[in-house]
């Protein structure tokens, strides 16, 4: 096993996913997080100045996808052909789109509420409501193949996220939730969950 | 071989890199383009989630365009020898990817585009560029991971032909990325398409 260290700001943000797979995977990584003051200077020193970066036993990657990915298939939870990935990829990347669209930056708490109420409600509520539909007709355990995948990591984190933010949306969701759930409390997912710092976004 | 239908406005913007991937691989796929009004008229509820590209493998709906791209790339021979060539593919791609869709290719002011695109190139597209060109000068290779074209390649090609079309002035500190750009524009299949294919801003 290579030695692992993800270097990236201390929040979810690009990282979180990244951290989610070492920990269903179970696989030792040194998790440097760091401030935002701290990256002026720590941005030259990465090969495309940006973040996160993985260094492979000292040899770095950064793109988060790329990233993500090659952990993914690493562990074994990447699907278990070309074609099972791709519908992992489509699934992820319609979280992502939907997920990025909430107002991370904003400062006013209360413009920050409305907009998440908002968001839920015109992007990620239609496209979950898609994801359950398929999902309860496959009557399957995880949301491609027969594994975990790290689709199923990055629906759980968000919609821990949902739970926080804008809860009202999940009753029409059973089987998505149940299955946020079963992920939630596999062995090293768990452990890291309760133990990740609160993040301010 | 099954029957391929891509499904995207009529642009470039997150299609072209399939198209360009069925070219290189000499793979005949249905190009279906429609126009702004088509799409929020027809096409958008027929697709998975209301999102294009949608690429249709017999009849069965693939969207985002990074798993489109990376199942296409993984079937044509165009993704790598191995996970860690997979990865570094997807890194250079998602690098530039990430600089060039900064360009301002909506705005209606000219003089304002015109000045952001000068600011974009400056601040964060020819910076990345003059990483790519030393780390690729110093692999001494052909390609810019392993040892066959990948869509990293083509990816650079892509957008390197746009940079070329807007001012070819700037390329001239990338010597090696531009006899990159070259030898796949020159390849069997890729030639072709890039003679007859549709020149879009974006």
Redesign the interface.
């Known amino acids: 096993m290579p030695t692992y260290k993800l270097s990236y700001f201390n929040v979810p943000g690009r990282g979180e996913l990244i951290r989610l797979l070492f920990s269903a995977a179970k696989v030792e990584f040194e998790d440097h997080r760091f401030e935002f003051s701290e990256w002026p200077e720590l941005k030259s020193k990465m ?4 973040v996160p970066v993985l260094y492979i036993d000292g040899t770095p ?3 988060s ?3 993500f ?2 952990l993914a ?2 562990f074994g939870m990447n699907g278990a052909n ?2 099972q ?6 699934v ?3 979280l992502h ?1 939907v997920y990025s669209k909430l107002p991370f930056m904003e400062k006013d708490a209360k413009v920050k509420k409305e907009k998440t109420t908002a968001v839920h409600q015109e992007h990620i509520l ?2 979950l409501l ?1 994801i359950e539909k398929k999902f309860s007709e496959s009557k399957r355990q995880y949301l491609v193949g027969d594994k975990l995948s790290y689709a199923d990591l990055k629906l759980t984190n968000n919609l821990i996220l949902t739970e926080e933010r804008a809860p009202e949306i999940l009753p029409q969701l059973p089987n998505l939730c149940a299955l946020r759930d079963r992920v939630r409390n596999l062995d090293g997912v768990k452990q890291y969950l309760a133990s990740r710092p609160e993040s301010i976004f | 071989m099954p029957h391929y239908k891509l499904s995207y406005f009529d642009i470039y913007g997150r299609g072209e890199m399939v198209r360009l991937l069925f070219a290189a691989a000499k793979v005949e796929f249905e190009d279906e383009r429609f126009t702004r009004e088509q799409w929020k008229e027809t096409y958008k509820k027929t697709t ?4 294009c590209p949608v690429l249709y493998i017999d009849g069965a709906p ?3 365009s ?3 791209v ?2 296409l790339a ?2 044509f021979g165009f993704n790598g020898a191995n ?2 060539e ?6 250079f ?3 530039l990817r ?1 600089m060039y869709v900064r360009l301002p290719n909506f705005d209606v002011d000219e003089q304002l585009k015109e000045e952001k695109t000068r600011v974009v190139y400056k601040d964060h597209i020819l ?2 560029l003059e ?1 790519i060109e030393k780390k690729f000068s110093d692999k001494k290779a052909e390609f810019l991971v392993g040892e066959k074209m990948s869509y990293a390649d083509l990816r650079l090609m892509q957008y390197l032909i746009i940079t070329e079309r807007y001012d070819a002035s700037l390329l001239a500190p990338f010597p090696n990325l531009v006899a990159l750009k070259d030898r796949c524009r020159n390849t069997d299949g890729l030639k072709q398409y890039l003679a007859t294919s549709k020149i879009c801003p974006f």
Do not use: W
């Open positions: 090969p495309f100045n940006q990657l950064c793109e996808g790329a990233i990915r090659y298939t690493e070309s074609l990935a791709a519908y992992i990829e489509m992820h990347g319609v789109d239609p496209a898609k | 998975p989630f209301g999102y693939l969207c985002e990074g798993a489109i990376r199942l993984s079937k996970t860690v997979e990865a570094h593919i997807a890194m791609n998602g690098a990430t910076p990345l990483k």
